[in-house]
């Protein structure tokens, strides 16, 4: 008989932990599990692709993060359906879906942080704090960001289960066969030729146009690297708020004809395996999921010295301090003059690490467990 998962979620734009769930969906094993997803309101980029696989989306229509209308239908929601277990993601839908489950009466509910403890207002600190005992089990993305909740972390596993543990470390994951035929079938030539590159050392980010990306001290950092190789071009793909602020800081630092503001692209893991290297300067970070992708594709990867990114990287990239233009241009002047072939080590550690495939049959043993107590 299938189990009923609802995953509840802020909303379906285009960010990593929205785009995880999306990777939790595909790889549910249906013919045991049937995913529904219900988001509080806001964007909806991701709908489609939800669709896609069959599965039903819920819009609760909510156009304010307190709203009692959206409140009782969530309830309403959760009531109708005959559930197995309700998977609250982001801090907002962990305090609203808690707060549901217990007036629907629902039994198993899975709390994941996609984000560090830190990262998030205190009053929302304090109200994820307040409703925690409403959960059953909680996840993170990361050690580093279970420990923000926990002050401990430890890898899921069914014997600290047994032992009465119930906050483990389940990380993010990727489909790594995908970007293997990605990283296969990708005509570098080709693509730099449509982008206008041909010949240049092309650098990619991939990420929200949001403060907490550190787009600001890449563009810095560039402005240092074209006074010393002018022949480096930066891409930037990837949509926000931060936009115009980004597009008059190109114009200030005379950076036009080197940083390229691409959007949000379909084809971004393609633009990555088609560069020379992958750039992320961020300032917060709970995974980084864009450079456990790049390491798949084989890019050589330059990131922040933040916890959560060194749990990713491992040995297999540079890692810089955040907010450090200087340091960053001197990490990809580095990387330009060493010119790096495709790395090995970093396709083997996501493959090893972070297959989607063994975190969501990480995730599903977590789901039996909890419904067979």
Request: glycine share 8%.
């Amino acid at each position: 008989m299938k189990q009923t998962v609802v995953h509840l979620i802020n909303d379906l734009e285009r960010a990593g932990a929205q785009q995880m769930v999306l990777s939790i969906v595909r790889a549910h094993d249906r013919e045991r599990f049937e995913p529904v997803v219900v988001m509080w309101g806001g964007p909806g980029d991701l709908k489609r692709a939800f669709a896609e696989l069959g599965v039903e989306v819920v819009d609760l229509g909510a156009r304010r993060k307190l709203s009692a209308e959206a409140s009782w239908r969530l309830v309403g929601q959760l009531r109708r359906r005959k559930l197995a277990v309700i998977h609250t993601h982001l801090f907002h839908m962990h305090v609203m879906g808690r707060l549901a489950a217990l007036l629907a009466g629902s039994q198993v509910v899975v709390s994941t942080h996609h984000n560090l403890r830190s990262g998030n207002h205190p009053l929302m600190r304090v109200a994820e704090r307040w409703t925690r005992p409403l959960t059953t089990a909680t996840t993170a993305v990361t050690e580093a960001a279970e420990s923000t909740y926990f002050g401990d972390s430890a890898p899921f596993s069914e014997e600290l289960f047994l032992e009465g543990r119930r906050h483990f470390t389940i990380s993010n994951g990727l489909a790594t066969e995908d970007l293997d035929g990605v990283r296969r079938d990708t005509d570098r030539a080709a693509v730099r030729a449509e982008l206008g590159l041909e010949g240049d050392f092309v650098l990619a980010c991939v990420g929200r146009l949001h403060p907490s990306k550190g787009h600001e001290d890449l563009l810095q950092a560039m402005s240092e690297v074209v006074r010393v190789n002018d022949g480096v071009r930066l891409l930037l793909v990837g949509e926000g708020a931060l936009r115009p602020a980004l597009e008059s800081l190109i114009q200030e630092l005379r950076l036009g004809s080197v940083v390229t503001l691409l959007g949000h692209r379909s084809d971004a893991a393609r633009i990555v395996a088609a560069s020379d290297a992958f750039v992320l300067p961020s300032v917060v970070e709970g995974f980084g999921l864009a450079v456990a992708e790049a390491m798949m594709l084989g890019v050589p990867v330059i990131a922040t010295n933040l916890d959560s990114i060194q749990e990713v990287v491992g040995p297999c990239g540079v890692l810089v301090p955040p907010r450090s233009p200087h340091a960053l241009a001197d990490a990809i002047l580095s990387l330009v003059k060493d010119r790096p072939q495709r790395s090995e080590e970093g396709m083997d550690r996501v493959r090893d690490r972070f297959d989607i495939r063994a975190v969501v049959r990480q995730y599903e043993q977590l789901y039996a467990l909890l419904i067979d107590l």
